[in-house]
């Protein structure tokens, strides 16, 4: 009999939908994983009591988190905020002492991390400072993947980002941790990629990277910057299953309008694998009994967690 993968599974902010999704789910997960929840289970009662759910029996939690604290539902927190922080440094120490086979995180807050005087921007971030690498933040489902080339950062400091020697950075980091990849669809930064600089000539920084990696390669595998407004029609993505964008929301808006529900969070170039659910906390959900939670990016979170290997 194969020995169920054991995942760490970090709570997320405990205002939010983590931990109804994560009580409501653990049947469904239990038949081919073994989950660690990093919550108290002080914490997990208060919040299945509010939930009006069971405790699952078989539900195995990690103690001595962080400071218990009172559940207020769709409300930041300095407390929620820092207990959630607490719960995902212990998931990654599970994975790193070999306690776990992987981690798989559910929403924070930004801001109640904020708040708690937490200095990530949220998991990546934190991820990148902890292991001391390059970590990328690949959103998407098998149909269609995007990994961001800068993250959350403000849109105006995005064009100083845009360097050859950066996105060849970034281009060679993804190339080396995604198995198989084939072909890369990098979107231009300007409106039309530029139009030759009409528009501006950032395309330029971009081509010169492009054009490094793929002579180091030996194939063409990163594309040309593509016009961002055309780069997702559907006879555009019947090219590409991976997409690089340059800026946050050039990536995630049609990613999430096309797979919103499915989408998932992977981090790569670390030496642990990471997933994470693709949606936020959802404060606007959290502990509506008469409102069915969408468990589509969850599962297959978990899924790809334990199906994910690193690339050696």
């Known amino acids: ?124 971030d934190a991820l990148r400072d902890m292991f001391k690498k390059d970590a990328i933040m690949l959103m998407g489902v098998p149909e269609m993947y995007v990994a961001l080339f800068t993250e959350h950062i403000p849109y105006s400091e995005v064009p100083q980002m845009v360097t050859e020697k950066n996105l060849y950075q970034f281009f060679k980091n993804l190339y080396q941790v995604i198995p198989h990849l084939e072909k890369v669809g990098v979107l231009g930064l300007n409106p039309h990629s530029g139009d030759n600089g009409v528009l501006g000539d950032d395309e330029r920084e971009i081509e010169k990277a492009v054009n490094k990696i793929n002579q180091e390669i030996g194939k063409i595998v990163f594309s040309k910057p593509l016009v961002p407004d055309i780069a997702f029609t559907p006879h555009i993505r019947a090219k590409y299953k991976v997409y690089v964008a340059i800026y946050h929301d050039q990536g995630l808006i049609p990613l999430k309008t096309l797979y919103f529900d499915e989408a998932i969070n992977i981090s790569l170039n670390l030496p642990i694998v990471r997933v994470s659910v693709g949606h936020g906390t959802a404060f606007d959900r959290a502990y509506r009994s008469e409102i069915n939670l969408n468990s589509k990016s969850y599962l297959n979170a978990v899924k790809l967690a334990k199906d994910w290997k690193l690339k050696k």
């Open 1 to 124: 009999m194969e020995t169920r993968q054991k995942i760490a599974i970090s709570i997320g902010d405990l205002n939010g939908i983590g931990l109804e999704l994560a009580i409501i789910n653990h049947s469904e997960i239990s038949k081919f994983i073994e989950p660690i929840y990093m919550l108290d289970e002080v914490m997990l009662i208060q919040g299945a009591k509010l939930l009006n759910l069971d405790v699952p029996y078989n539900f195995k939690t990690v103690e001595n988190i962080g400071d218990f604290f009172k559940i207020t539902p769709a409300q930041t927190s300095s407390k929620s905020g820092d207990y959630s922080y607490r719960s995902f440094i212990k998931g990654v120490e599970l994975v790193q002492k070999g306690f776990a086979d992987s981690l798989v995180t559910l929403p924070i807050n930004k801001e109640s991390w904020s708040i708690a005087g937490i200095s990530y921007k949220g998991h990546t």
